[in-house]
Every structure is written in C-alpha cells, then in structure tokens.
C-alpha cells in the first residue's frame, strides 16, 4: 500500500505541534518564529493564521477541556492561556498558566503535549547562536510537567533540544526526543504522579544511519511511534518494544518537524514542516517547504490528542 502525500494549507516558516480537533475538523499548529498559531479545517481547506500581539515564540499548542476556543500555549519560556475564535489575526491577550524558566535565560520552550491523566509537559532547549544545525549550545534545556493545580516540576534536565513526547496506549512508558542525542528514549512513566524512571534507549539515528535529527513525534493505535526526521525530509514509524524501524515516508520537503493523526476514522496523518533554514538551492527542490502535508492510504489508525484539564 503506497501512501498518498498531499501539501495542504498556507507556507510557514517553522511549522509545529500539530493537533486535530474531531468535532471542528480543525488542524491546530504554530508558526514558532512568528509567534503565530495556525487553523486549518480540513473539510473546507480554509487556512487561517493569528499572531500574539508581543511577539516572541510559540512553540505549542494545546486545547483546553471542555472550552470552545481556549487553548494553552507555549510563549517564550511561559506557559499561557489564550481565546481564539479561529478567524481573528491577532491574540492582544494572555494568561500566564506557569512559569518555567526565567526570561533572563536564554532559553525558550520548543515543544509540548498533554499526557493521558489531563497534563501538560513542556521542554526547553538552549540558543542557535548562527541559525545552523550545527550550533545549538548543548545541555541547557530541561522537560518540566505542570500539575492541575499549576505545580511545575522539573522531570528532565540538561537536554539539548528537547522535542517529541508520547505515551505508551497502556500509559507505563512515555517516549521522548533530544534531538541532538540523536536518540528516541523510553521511560516507565507513573500515570498518577508524572514520576519518570528508567530512561532506556529504544532507536539510535546513527545506528541506524538515519538522515536528519528525530524532531516531533505521535503515536499510532498499534502503539508504533511516528518520527519526524528534521534535515532528513521524511517520518519514520518505529516499533518501541524491540526498536525495530518498520518504514520510512520520504516527504517533498527537508525540514520535517512533527505530526498527528486526524480524519474521521483517524487514518490521515498530518506532518508540519518548515523551511527557515533552507538554502536558495533546497528551495528549489523542495518547493514545498514549510507546507502542512496530509498522508493517506496508510493502512493504519492514529490516536487522539490529549486535552488539558484545568
């Protein structure tokens, strides 16, 4: 079965965090360097995009619960509450949910998910001194996990860049990425606390001799991670019991940064890439950078997003 891959919706520079809302047929994801977040509904295929007012990054994006049009987002190093009715081009209007980092660090949230008990987790990573793959400062992030009641607590410390989280579908292990290890890690992940435990190694990317740094990732029904190849231009699905690559989609652009599956059925797979640092010569061959691309005939279910519980 040969996979169906369509570019969809507007260019962004930096397309991230992808999450599919069921009841508005909505995509979700930002445009990290613009401080933007983006909709695109895909039974209309119309694509809208809001700025913050104040600028920065966003990094993330995240439904609340059971509020139409409330979101959290990661906006610098803050976690913040937001209102968007889809359609308005600038958010003027945040709520700080949490601290945490100081905004003297020179560091900044790069990703985050909701994890099955209602949480959120967020990672930070350090600068890119020349815009290059080369030169992240290494070891200046951290993951944290903020409470229900706004307690946050520091789960992973001193990681590069910190990018894909997922859940295993029995909730004991939480996957996760440093993309400058170069690895997918596991962990026995403690449903009721957050607790993590026991980081095991699962796919090594040079091992493997794998192109790009592992970037965002999700999980199918089958339990198989999705990984996002940054600089490799395609997504991997991985099989986290016995580390086992099970297939490669080559996609037509480089920067490919994450994914999740949506649909009706959950059988399409949304992947967000970019193009910020794509020479004059790649743009060339990949047209299509910084597109949002949906992936069919997978023959294979995704599962939901989690949503914040506030």
């Avoid at 990054?57 to 609340?64: D, R």
């Avoid at 290494?138 to 229900?148: F, T, V």
């Avoid at 990018?163 to 004991?172: E, F, K, M, R, V």
Wanted: charged share 25%.
């Amino acid at each position: 079965m040969e996979p169906i891959i369509e570019p969809i919706g507007d260019i962004v520079e930096l397309g991230e965090g992808p999450i599919y809302d069921e009841e508005s047929k909505n995509i979700y994801f930002v445009d990290i360097f613009q401080a933007a977040i983006q909709r695109y509904n895909t039974e209309t295929k119309e694509h809208y995009t809001a700025k913050l007012a104040s600028g920065g990054t966003v990094s993330l994006i995240v439904q609340v619960e059971g509020q139409k049009d409330r979101f959290l987002i990661g906006h610098n190093n803050n976690l913040e509450l937001i209102t968007w009715d889809g359609k308005s081009e600038v958010i003027d209007k945040t709520e700080i949910y949490a601290r945490l980092e100081s905004m003297k660090a020179k560091t900044r949230i790069n990703d985050g998910k909701v994890d099955p008990a209602g949480r959120i987790w967020a990672g930070t990573m350090g600068p890119n001194v020349e815009g290059t793959l080369n030169d992240f400062v290494p070891e200046q992030g951290s993951l944290y996990m903020a409470s229900r009641d706004r307690d946050v607590s520091k789960q992973l410390a001193k990681i590069g860049i910190s990018n894909g989280l997922s859940w295993s579908l029995d909730c004991t292990k939480f996957y996760f990425i440093d993309s400058l290890k170069y690895k997918v890690d596991s962990y026995d992940y403690n449903h009721d606390t957050g607790e993590l435990s026991n980081e095991n190694t699962i796919f090594d990317f040079k091992t493997n001799n794998i192109e790009g740094l592992p970037d965002g990732m999700t999980m199918d029904f089958e339990g198989k991670l999705w990984v996002a190849c940054y600089g490799g231009g395609q997504i991997l699905r991985i099989d986290p019991d016995n580390g086992k690559l099970l297939r490669t989609i080559k996609l037509p652009a480089l920067e490919i940064t994450s994914a999740c599956f949506g649909g009706p059925n959950y059988d399409q797979l949304y992947v967000t890439s970019a193009r910020k640092l794509v020479t004059p010569d790649q743009s060339k061959k990949y047209p299509y950078a910084g597109s949002l691309f949906k992936i069919t005939n997978l023959g294979v279910d995704g599962v939901p997003s989690f949503k914040i519980k506030l």
